[in-house]
């Protein structure tokens, strides 16, 4: 009878450590046939706030890190002729660096951001202000 | 060779070491906000608008803040419609010094738009002129609306502001009661302090 043997080395140096060189590029780079375009994501809350900005997972961690973050306030007071107007996270009395950390359990769903909606257009505006961060 | 020493053959070495190389490279990308950035910058780019965009952006903002003017100013003339309690020539007064006073917070406006969108001192004046004279009296009231870029936002939210406070100001002073008349003055009155030829009878040459 024909016995396999397994060579533990080999596997060890073809399966496993690339194994977990590629888990953990994967946390930190995206997959590639996303590279090129930008990759805005809304963050939806219970409370029906919304906050768009660059998505980051936390691994193992009760919370997400979203960056570079924009929200909506309510524009009905004022002429833009549009029932909102977008506010960049920062000018607050506290003046938050970038970052914010969000607990998972109020989140009620997480969606990207398309690439011609007025959301981007507007936050593609700003970027070219001049002194505004990019 | 000592004894209880662990001998690893070199190839091993090479590759424990590789692989500890590896892991601390990860951990620095993961970690060092600097790498992190290097490489979202490559594989998620920010994007930036396209001067036809904030062209329109441009455009868009000052066609808000117009609006807010000729909110303010609309508001003004309704009153201005109205049979007043206080006499013509005063509701004329107030109501120019409040058409200026709009005109002035418009033109803040524009001078702030034109200095977000980088204009400096000579240029930032012409622009200004320029798109005063191109608003004029327009409603732009059939405009798509466009989502401003949140700077933008900002000057037409608080222009929108100090328009709704003039005109509410100037509303105010044009509708409330007459002040009650000053006492009529009696002959008896002494001079008035301010030396005025007309003051009262009293101070009159003939010195009755």
Do not use: C
Request: charged share 20%.
């Amino acid at each position: 009878m024909k016995r396999w043997s397994v060579d533990r080395i080999w596997v060890g140096r073809f399966v496993i450590a690339p194994a977990l060189i590629g888990a953990l590029l994967a946390l930190a780079i995206p997959a590639p046939t996303t590279w090129g375009t930008e990759r805005l994501s809304a963050v939806l809350l219970l409370d029906g706030q919304a906050y768009f900005g660059h998505l980051r997972e936390v691994p193992w961690s009760g919370t997400i890190e979203l960056r570079d973050v924009y929200y909506f306030q309510d524009a009905r007071g004022t002429t833009e002729g549009l029932p909102l107007g977008l506010v960049r996270r920062g000018g607050e009395l506290h003046q938050p660096l970038d970052g914010m950390q969000i607990r998972r359990d109020k989140i009620l769903a997480i969606e990207q951001v398309g690439n011609a909606s007025p959301v981007l257009a507007a936050i593609a505006a700003q970027r070219m202000l001049p002194g505004a961060p990019r | 060779m000592r004894e209880g020493a662990i001998v690893l053959p070199f190839r091993t070495v090479i590759g424990i070491a590789a692989g500890v190389v590896v892991l601390l490279l990860l951990i620095v990308i993961g970690i060092q906000p600097g790498a992190r950035e290097a490489i979202a910058r490559v594989t998620d780019p920010r994007t930036t608008a396209s001067q036809a965009a904030l062209e329109q952006q441009r455009t868009a903002t000052e066609h808000a803040v117009q609006r807010g003017y000729l909110k303010a100013t609309g508001q003004l003339a309704e009153v201005r419609k109205l049979t007043l309690a206080i006499p013509a020539s005063q509701a004329a007064s107030i109501a120019d010094k409040a058409l200026a006073d709009l005109r002035g917070i418009r033109h803040d406006a524009l001078t702030a738009v034109g200095s977000r969108l980088g204009l400096i001192a000579p240029q930032l004046d012409a622009y200004v002129t320029a798109a005063e004279t191109q608003l004029g009296e327009n409603a732009f009231a059939d405009d798509k609306p466009v989502l401003l870029a949140p700077d933008l936002y900002a000057v037409v939210a608080r222009a929108d502001d100090l328009f709704q406070r003039a005109s509410d100001a100037a509303i105010r002073e044009l509708t409330k009661a007459p002040s009650a008349p000053p006492p009529t003055p009696s002959p008896t009155v002494r001079p008035s302090p301010s030396g005025s030829p007309t003051a009262t009878p009293s101070a009159s040459p003939s010195g009755r």
